[in-house]
C-alpha cells in the first residue's frame, strides 16, 4: 500500500504530536470520496469539527494546489496552504496535503501541522482512506497527553463522515 510523503522537520515520531486514522470501505471508489474531500463547502456536512472556511489566495470553495485558505478545527483558528493535490487516475491514488498554522499565535508556541490524505483504489471494489497528522508547537504537546486523544477521534470522524457522505450520493 501505498504511504503519506512528509516534508522536512515533519516527519512521524519526530514531532510532538501524530495521528493516524485509516478506514478501508468497500463499493467505494477514491474518485468518489475525493469528491467530497477537494470541495470544502461540503466538509461541514459531514465534519461537526471544522467551521468557517474561507479562501485568500483563490474563489473556493475547491482546493487545488498552492491555495491558502482558512478554517476553525479543534477550536483553533488554522490559515493553511495546500502543498500536496494529486487527484485519484487509473493505478494512482488521490493525496492531498496542506501545511497549517494557528492564526494570530506567538511564534514561540505557535501551533504547526502537516496534515495529509491518501485515497487508494484496492482490489475488489474497496477503498482505503488514510489521513494523517503531525503537529508541532506547545498546543500540540497538550493535545498529544490529552484522554481521550481529541486528534484521534475529530479525525475518525471525519474519515468515517467522507465515507458515509461518497456512500450517501452514490445511491443517489
Known sequence: MNEII????????????FVSNEIIIADLSAAQVWKFLYDTSKWESYYSNVADIRFHNVTGPELSQGAHFRFTTFEFPIEAEVLEYDPPADGKPARLA????EEGSEEDSELQVHHAWLLEDLPGGRVRILTQETQKGKAAQEMAVTKPNPMLNGHQEWIVGLAEAASQQKRF
Open 6 to 17: 512528509w516534508p522536512e522537520g515533519y516527519l512521524p515520531g519526530m514531532t510532538d504530536n
Open 98 to 101: 496542506w501545511h497549517g498554522w
